[in-house]
C-alpha cells in the first residue's frame, strides 16, 4: 500500500514534511508569503482585501509589544500563527470537529519554526498567556472592524479588550504583497534584536 504524501513543497523549494516537520526546512520567506494569502475569518470581512494572517500576526505582535518590551518573545508573538502558512487558518468551530489531529500537528509546526528562529519548542507558559492575551484583543478589534460583529457579541466571545489597551489600533486591509513584505522585514528587525 502506498503512502500518501506528507509533505509540502515551498516556493523556496524546500520540502516540509507536515507530520515531522524540521527547522532546516522552515524559511521566513515561505512563512510570510504563505501567511499573506491566507484569509482570517474565513474571508468574510469587510474590504476590498482579505484580512491575512500575516496583518493579524504584525497587529498581534504590536499589541504584544505594548506589555512585553522583550524582542525574543515579541518574535514569539510575530510568529504566533505561523504554522497556518501550511494548514491554513481554521475558524474555532472547525478546529473543534477535526479534533486533535489538528492541534497536534499545529504543535510540531510551531515547534519547527521556533526552533528555527532560536526560540524554545515551547514558549514558558507565562508568555503564551500573554500572547494570547494579545490575539483575543486583535479578534475583538477584527471582529468589530471589519468581520460585522457587534461590541456586545464580541465581548461575549473574546472579552471587552481595556480601552487604553486598544489605544490607536487600527485594523489594516493592505495587499498581500505589501504585507508579505512588512511582515520579513519586521521580523528581520525583531531577530536582529535578538
Do not use: C
Not at 6 to 15: D, I, P, V
Not at 114 to 123: D, E, I, M, N
Not at 127 to 146: C, F, M, N, R, Y
Amino acid at each position: 500500500m502506498k503512502q500518501a504524501r506528507a509533505w509540502q513543497r515551498m516556493l523556496s523549494g524546500r520540502r516540509l514534511d507536515l507530520l515531522d516537520p524540521t527547522p532546516v526546512d522552515i524559511e521566513i520567506e515561505d512563512i510570510a508569503h504563505g501567511l499573506a494569502f491566507v484569509a482570517r475569518w474565513n474571508g468574510q470581512t469587510r474590504g476590498d482585501w482579505p484580512y491575512s494572517v500575516a496583518e493579524h500576526s504584525l497587529l498581534v505582535e504590536e499589541i504584544f509589544a505594548r506589555s512585553e518590551p522583550s524582542p525574543r518573545w515579541r518574535l514569539a508573538a510575530l510568529l504566533h500563527d505561523a504554522p497556518e502558512y501550511v494548514i491554513g487558518d481554521m475558524i474555532s468551530p472547525v478546529k473543534a470537529s477535526v479534533g486533535p489531529g489538528y492541534g497536534e500537528m499545529d504543535l510540531r509546526l510551531t515547534a519547527a519554526v521556533h526552533l528555527r528562529f532560536g526560540l524554545p519548542a515551547v514558549l514558558p507558559l507565562a508568555i503564551k498567556k500573554a500572547i494570547k492575551t494579545a490575539d483575543k484583543i486583535s479578534a475583538w478589534l477584527e471582529a468589530v472592524q471589519i468581520a460585522g460583529f457587534l461590541e456586545p457579541e464580541a465581548d461575549k466571545l473574546f472579552g471587552r479588550p481595556d480601552a487604553k489597551v486598544m489605544s490607536g489600533l487600527e485594523i489594516k486591509l493592505r495587499p498581500p504583497a505589501v504585507v508579505r513584505a512588512d511582515y520579513i522585514a519586521r521580523h528581520a528587525v525583531l531577530l536582529g534584536q535578538v
